[in-house]
């Protein structure tokens, strides 16, 4: 049976009301928030840029990057500069669909790059007694150039033409910037020198053969995806419907009497541990705040019996209390843990709301007429959500799912680069949060920061790019297609948001990636049609 995939969908929050006490919330607070409601964005304009190569996205439009492994074409110069003589080239399949090719290059292509590279000085050089352009004998010109600049020159020179021929065989599946001569500059000039000829090594990424075990596997997908009971459209639609009805409320002290459920008190807490053994309790850090905002209507979302504890407490009051935090705890460490709370309200309100009927309907939700209007508005909206998660924890559950049938040897260049865009839409996203300050973000983004991540997140940027080939390769074995026309408003679309938020882009990059997007989910189409998906309730 294959590995259940939960599926956690939160509806939340519609507008952004939040209360102007402090809401940092402690680990006595577990919030059941299995259903937000985000702004959509486009889902192709996110996937290509990173920090770490200095093209920044919209910062609101950060996610990881799926579907950009793909094999670059034209990366090496192919203009046919043809050659005197064909040059001999040895190609040897390395690890990590790494390919080096050893090259030849005979006496009669070496003399014909140095003549060339004597008529080039003799065009640029201003040799005394000669007039600029006109023949200058070859040991003059020499001389003047300086024989080892003109050695150097034509080494090079053989490398230019002859690197295109050498990669002829190899192009279109090379990774771009992977291309390397591998032999060094010195070994190239001692063998010119003593042989008149040439001889080097260049080693190249080229995209991986995919192997499917079994073979067409993904024609046979079983999934399972785990769906939450206690979470649905219709409760969070009603949820979100009391939320928006309190947020219209007026906050007003309570001075005769203490913390009933509906109130909200601003506390300070501070905890200990409670040591079976006797020994001398520590602090937990972690369950602890000032000036936190307690909404005791929130029961549910709390430490079990911490709210119990507080009813009846009154402003300036304290009280203290034993709890245990229980073993689904979402805090691992704290799993278990006998707990001394000591709490201290230091403002207790009470909301003033108004009646609940149609004279509010168009504050709770702009446009409506009828409070009924407004419950099948937030409820249309939750099962959008609702659906929106379900098909996204499909997704999910089938791309991890995919790649544990597919072997492939991963290039090197490939690894580094879909861990580096990984790692820059994170510093982005923690530069969004955050506002990190240059040297913070210096730090953060220098190669040792960025080679630990690459060694920490090993395993799971290695099941992305299998998901992205895997992906690849089936638009590729079902002949899938999209329209020109999805083409262009994604890519329009895309350039459009970039536009609005002033950012630099590459068009032609922003085509690519787009089309990278538009493939997946066009596979993923496919895939959801022709898998066995299960769908199960916890």
Known sequence: MATPISMQFNPSILSNISPSVNNTKPQFFQ????????QKVSSSSHQFSSFLQQQQLPLHQLETPRFVAKAATGVVDTVEDKLPADIHVTETQEPNSRVRLTVEVPTVVCDDCYRRVIKEFTKLSKVPGFRPGKNVPEDILVGFVGK?????AAVESILKRTLPHAMSSVTKKAFEDSIR???????????????????????????????????????NLKVVVELDSDMDAQTASEKELIRRHKSLGALKIVTDRGLQVGDVAVIDISATTIEQDGSDAKSI?????????????????????????????????T???????????????????????????????Y?????LNDSIAEKLLPGCSSIEEVKQALLQRCLEIEQAAKDQATDNAILDQLYKFVEVDIPQSLFEE??????????????????LNEQQLASLSSPRAVNEFLETQKENITSIIKQNLAVGDIYTRENLHFSTEELVNEVQNSIQEFKQHKQEYDEDRVKQQVQEVLEGAKVLEWLRENAEIQYITR
């Open 31 to 38: 919030p059941n928030d299995k259903f937000l409601i985000k």
């Open 148 to 152: 080892q600049n003109v050695q150097k």
């Open 181 to 219: 001569i591998v032999t060094k500059f010195e070994e190239l000039e001692k063998t010119y020198l003593s042989q008149n000829s040439l001889r080097y090594d260049v080693v190249v990424d080229v995209a991986p053969e995919i192997k499917w075990k079994p073979e067409d596997a993904y024609k």
């Open 285 to 317: 850090p972690a369950a602890e705040s000032k000036g936190f905002n307690f909404d005791s209507e929130e029961g549910d979302n709390v430490l079990p019996g911490f709210r119990d504890a507080m009813i009846g407490i009154k402003r300036g009051e």
């Open 319 to 349: 009280k203290s209390f034993p709890l245990v935090f229980p073993d689904s705890w979402k805090q691992e460490d704290l799993r278990g843990v006998h707990a001394q709370f000591t709490v201290e309200c230091k403002e207790l309100f």
């Open 351 to 355: 909301r003033d709301l108004p009646e």
């Open 418 to 435: 879909q861990g580096r865009q990984l790692y820059g839409a994170q510093l982005l996203q923690l530069q969004a949060n955050m506002k």
